[in-house]
């Protein structure tokens, strides 16, 4: 089987994360600097070769109420350009609480706040990708 990777989109940082072979578990894989779309893809191509992933999630940071924010809309039009420009698919996932949720896990593993910082877009990414493998069982 091929392997699924999960998206945290940030204005700073993105974080990956990616299933195992048979998409039962996720795991944070790393965080690379937003420092634009293109420079984005030039990184994501060889990790999605590497890891023969067939899917791509995408979190979407929905406001409280489910409706759209300033966020939702730019991680819209970045999930429309992984669209255009992937071949595979690119699907929006149910984001809320996800960065906050990684933190306190981060602190319950015993990371420093430096560390945390380095790592929640990646655990967040896991946890994205953690609920989307859930909700097919």
Do not use: C, H
């Not at 989109?9 to 600097?33: H, N, T």
């Not at 634009?36 to 406001?63: C, K, R, T």
């Not at 306190?104 to 380095?118: A, M």
């Amino acid at each position: 089987m091929r392997r699924l990777l999960a998206i945290d989109y940030g204005e700073k940082r993105i974080g990956l994360a990616l299933s195992d072979p048979l998409q039962l578990f996720a795991k944070p894989l790393k965080v690379l600097p937003n420092t634009g779309f293109e420079s984005f893809l030039q990184q994501l191509l060889p990790i999605l070769q590497e890891y023969n992933v067939e899917q791509v999630i995408v979190g979407m940071p929905y406001a409280i109420d489910g409706g759209n924010t300033a966020k939702t809309d730019e991680t819209q039009a970045f999930l429309e350009n992984l669209k255009e420009r992937l071949n595979l698919p690119v699907i929006p996932w149910d984001e809320r609480y996800s960065t906050s949720e990684a933190v306190e896990e981060l602190k319950k593993l015993g990371y420093d706040w430096k560390q945390r910082r380095s790592l929640k877009d990646a655990m967040a990414a896991a946890l994205i990708l953690t609920s989307y493998l859930s909700s097919r069982q």
